[in-house]
């Protein structure tokens, strides 16, 4: 009797988490979550006509993304009828260690966000030391209450990114975007890999830089990171004015064929 009931615990605890991944599936629910980092409104129009489950917005890529106007957020979020809607919360590019000034900069910049109907917002915040900063984290997510947060690729910049985990972990965040502190994803799969295994289902890993449809199989096979950031953007010419050259934005079709890879 008494092994049977060992088995019967055991056997139970399978079942569950079997379970559920069968459910899923018989369910048709999405094993993926595709986030396109979004340089304004019609990229973000592209991602959502290309099948993205959301975006990130953000002004200024070129410095790694700031926090975009106020008319660009309203807009979007009045156009996305049925892609989440995140906004990156960056007062300036460099580095991110920030002073008081701009912390209340940013819980003004996560209001504007919540008043607006923004779905999550994303920051980071690290020490002069590379660690994350947990009081200045703690002031922005009690600022972004009920909102998804997102901890953004300030985590590349950690000095132990297991420790940073955890603390990001407990601090109470949703996902952490990352290359696994590489130039790209696909170069930071060795340590992206050991990250998705230490988070044990406590945290999502977003895998983001350098992900296109050339890599992105390989980057999940190789991970098991289930969630990624792309850009999938691409030169297109100016309607106005061809002599100022022509303007990056996401296409759909570029969407398409990267999610495709995961999802044909």
């Known amino acids: 009797m008494k092994n049977r009931a060992i088995y019967f615990i055991l056997h139970s605890d399978f079942t569950i988490f079997v379970g559920k991944s069968s459910q899923q599936d018989m369910n048709g629910e999405k094993d993926f979550q595709f986030e396109i980092c979004a340089n304004g409104v019609e990229s973000c129009l592209a991602a959502q006509e290309g099948g993205a489950d959301r975006v990130e ?58 008043q607006l109907g923004a779905d999550g917002v994303v920051f980071g915040c690290l020490t002069p030391e590379g660690e994350v900063d947990r009081a200045a984290c703690q002031r922005l997510i009690t600022a972004a209450q009920g ?30 975007l990352t290359s696994g502190q590489q130039p790209t994803a696909e170069r930071g799969i060795p340590l992206l890999r050991e990250l998705q295994e230490r988070a044990l289902g406590r945290i999502t890993l977003l895998a983001g830089s350098g992900v296109n449809e050339s890599n992105i199989a390989r980057i999940q096979r190789e991970t098991g990171i289930r969630e990624f950031h792309f850009s999938a953007r691409e030169a297109v010419p100016a309607d106005s004015d061809p002599m100022f050259g022509d303007i990056a934005r996401t296409t759909a079709e570029r969407v398409r064929n990267t999610i495709k890879q995961l999802k044909p």
Do not use: W
Not at 152 to 167: G, L, S, T, Y
């Open 57 to 114: 917005l953000c002004a200024a890529i070129p410095e790694g993304g700031t926090t975009p106007s106020f008319g660009e957020i309203r807009q979007a979020r009045s156009l996305l009828t049925h892609t989440r809607l995140h906004v990156i919360i960056r007062p300036r590019g460099g580095n991110f260690v920030y002073s008081a000034a701009e912390l209340e900069r940013m819980e003004a910049d996560i209001e504007m966000c919540r």
């Open 147 to 176: 909102m998804s947060v997102t901890f953004h690729r300030a985590f590349d910049r950690v000095k132990n990114p297991f420790a940073a985990m955890e603390d990001i972990i407990s601090l109470g965040f949703n996902r952490i």
